[in-house]
């Protein structure tokens, strides 16, 4: 895909490209750094929150919120996959609640804003609500009752609140279980709430006009609850359906309302929601790969033959409609999965098919970015996705791929991908075609490229691929644990032979954010932040280490900043020190021993950002909207190299640095 280019943009190069030089510096002919616009590398369809009502139209309609800044409401008609609507959620980043009112108005209750907004039948714009709660950021799941007020789950303090469809008045229910900061999911039956919450797994039953909390007990065989999570419960026909899980398939236990017991479990189910209950008191789900029935009389399943592939196998919105097509008459089951595919199946014909619904794709927030030889690589956060970008014209071709953490091109020109989730590694040959099974296959009998090499979850309790280093030919591999956890791990692999050294709490307690190595030493930061923002550090500051391969031990580790939780990157310089950044503090240690070389405080937020080093300077992020320059030598200082808002800096060889800006690319090139 070819990203969309200001012509504007190029126009004020000049004006973007900012050196900023002192009287005494200006006779030594400092280097400029000239900003140049790349456009947007990634771009994808990524559904998450949606639901099943009336469109538009009067008619049924699949009701989405897609990803995009801002995020957008989406009407689609189940018949064609056409848009019907696509209304703007200014401010918001997307979301992963959509519920219907009962008189057909939608709601959707965002991330990152944590707002809730609403669209009212007839209407073409939505309404920004605002925040129901000042200390919640995500609204997680929303659910409606009889009257049409509005109950959600939050984060970061795991509360519920009402939101009154009348008068505009919030009741904030509190926390609803201590120490969870997660309602994950939420759903109301006759006067009570269900909710289910994160990082560990519990139940509740709220009752909505006291505000009484009654915790259900755990089902049999679900164990400690300690690490797992309710991802997501729905409550139909007097039962709540709760699955226990991750966005993978995990078992959907079945809680009896009125009788208070747990009735049934359904294994390998995938959410994340299930249809309503349908004429014959059915109901859909996803199930081993497979659309299936439910009858919760029998407690039977039986296969529809509409199967799913890849490694998302999830729907939201998942409900009946009327589509008036000659292999579907009456009522068809229809959904969407999160790439904007519509799925539907007839049960009076069994007729069934996967298509891409036209929901217009919507620039992707660039997490990872990293030069090569002939190609910038950019990684996308949330969506996902890789790019290969070419470094003059900004062309870039996208693949459709899992959130990426870091890339690195190594030496013999394999570029290597850490993914979240399961912290996974992957070799991607770019002269080879994409194919990747789980997001993007290519054509039949194409092998996996890139090619999955580790996944360290199972053994490591590992989600983020944080950081990579190549070293001796291997590759380095720094990460973030899972869940309600601390403590990341050094990875050290061998492409060569495949083996696998794993070092779990290289340094206690502490998460792996930034690698770099040098004559057969790994260097590292780290950070006191564990796997969720609920996890309590234990430690005081981030810290740096060194760790030698062919000795396969830490040789010293050292806090550089006290007080600074994050030692964000680090890389060395062409003085031969070990130049790091934490906050808005720069520093340069001796590799030997890390002993305290320099140290510049730049910045005033505790932001974290990127150093890089080409030969004859060091770069080094400071609050995110500056970049300044370190020249070699005792008694150089940081000067101010260019100043522009952006989240992540790279390096592509000795004369250009590579700056993100949301969804946006930007090369700066450096005067020689």
């Not at 090569?372 to 290969?388: D, R």
């Not at 280093?469 to 899972?482: L, Q």
Request: net charge neutral.
């Amino acid at each position: 895909m070819r990203p969309v280019r200001s012509l504007l943009a190029l126009a004020l190069v000049a004006v973007l490209g900012t050196t900023l030089t002192t009287p005494a510096q200006a006779g030594n002919n400092p280097p400029v750094g000239t900003v140049v616009s790349l456009g947007t590398p990634l771009s994808d369809v990524l559904l998450i929150g949606g639901t099943v009502a009336p469109g538009p139209n009067g008619k049924t309609a699949i009701w989405n919120v897609s990803s995009g800044s801002p995020a957008y409401l989406n009407a689609i008609d189940p018949a064609t996959g056409d848009s019907l609507l696509s209304a703007a959620l200014p401010g918001a980043d997307g979301s992963y609640a959509v519920a219907a009112a009962p008189d057909g108005t939608i709601y959707a209750g965002t991330y990152n804003n944590g707002h809730l907004y609403r669209l009212k039948p007839g209407a073409t714009t939505a309404e920004d609500l605002g925040r129901p709660l000042s200390t919640e950021t995500f609204i997680l799941r929303i659910t409606v009752d009889e009257q049409g007020n509005v109950y959600g789950g939050t984060y970061p303090h795991g509360k519920v609140f009402r939101y009154d469809h009348a008068t505009g008045a919030v009741r904030d229910y509190g926390t609803i279980k201590a120490g969870q900061g997660y309602v994950k999911s939420i759903d109301y039956w006759n006067g009570k709430l269900y909710t289910g919450s994160e990082p560990d797994a519990y139940f509740s039953e709220v009752d909505v006009n006291t505000g009484a909390v009654t915790e259900i007990p755990a089902p049999p065989g679900m164990g400690d609850p300690k690490d797992q999570v309710v991802y997501d419960l729905n409550v139909r026909g007097g039962r709540m359906y709760a699955r226990v899980s991750t966005a993978f398939p995990g078992p959907l236990y079945v809680w009896d309302i009125a009788s208070r017991t747990w009735v049934d479990t359904i294994p390998n189910e995938h959410g994340l929601d299930i249809s309503p209950i349908g004429a014959n008191g059915e109901i859909y789900l996803i199930q081993s790969s497979e659309l299936k029935k439910y009858d919760p009389a029998t407690k039977t399943l039986t296969g529809t033959g509409l199967t799913f592939t890849g490694r998302i196998q999830n729907a939201r919105s998942i409900g009946y409609a009327d589509l008036n097509l000659p292999d579907y008459p009456g009522t068809s089951v229809v959904g969407t999965l999160w790439r904007g595919e519509e799925f539907r199946y007839n049960p009076q014909t069994g007729k069934s098919e996967i298509f891409q619904t036209r929901v217009r794709r919507e620039p992707i927030e660039i997490l990872s970015v990293a030069g090569g030889k002939n190609s910038i690589y950019a990684g996308g956060f949330l969506n996902g996705g890789v790019s290969v970008v070419n470094p003059s014209t900004g062309e870039a071709k996208f693949n459709r791929f899992s959130q990426v953490e870091a890339l690195m091109e190594a030496s013999d020109g394999t570029v290597y991908v850490g993914a979240y989730p399961e912290a996974r590694l992957y070799a991607y040959d770019p002269a080879k075609t994409w194919s990747s099974p789980e997001y993007s296959p290519g054509p039949p009998g194409t092998p996996d490229n890139p090619k999955q090499l580790l996944n360290l979850k199972p053994d490591l309790f590992q989600t983020r691929a944080r950081a990579l280093t190549e070293v001796d030919g291997k590759i380095a591999v720094g990460t973030v644990p899972d869940g309600d956890r601390l403590g990341g791990a050094l990875v050290i692999y061998d492409p060569r032979t495949g083996a696998t050294e794993k070092y779990r709490n290289v340094v206690q307690d502490e998460s792996v954010f930034g690698l770099t190595s040098r004559c057969g030493i790994v260097y590292g930061g780290t950070s006191i932040a564990g796997g969720l923002t609920t996890t309590p550090p234990t430690r005081a500051a981030g810290t740096v280490f060194a760790w030698d391969v062919t000795g396969k031990k830490k040789l010293w580790e050292t806090v550089p900043v006290p007080g600074a939780a994050t030692v964000s990157s680090v890389t060395i310089g062409p003085d031969g020190l070990l130049w790091g950044v934490a906050g808005k503090t720069v520093f340069a240690l001796s590799p030997g021993n890390g002993k305290l070389k320099r140290s510049f405080t730049l910045g005033t937020t505790t932001s974290s950002g990127d150093i890089v080093a080409t030969s004859e300077a060091v770069y080094v992020s400071i609050d995110l909207n500056k970049i300044y320059r370190i020249a070699p030598g005792a008694k150089s200082v940081p000067t101010l190299f260019v100043e522009h808002a952006h989240r992540r800096l790279g390096v592509r060889g000795d004369h250009q640095l590579l700056m993100t800006s949301g969804s946006e690319l930007f090369r700066i090139d450096i005067s020689r």
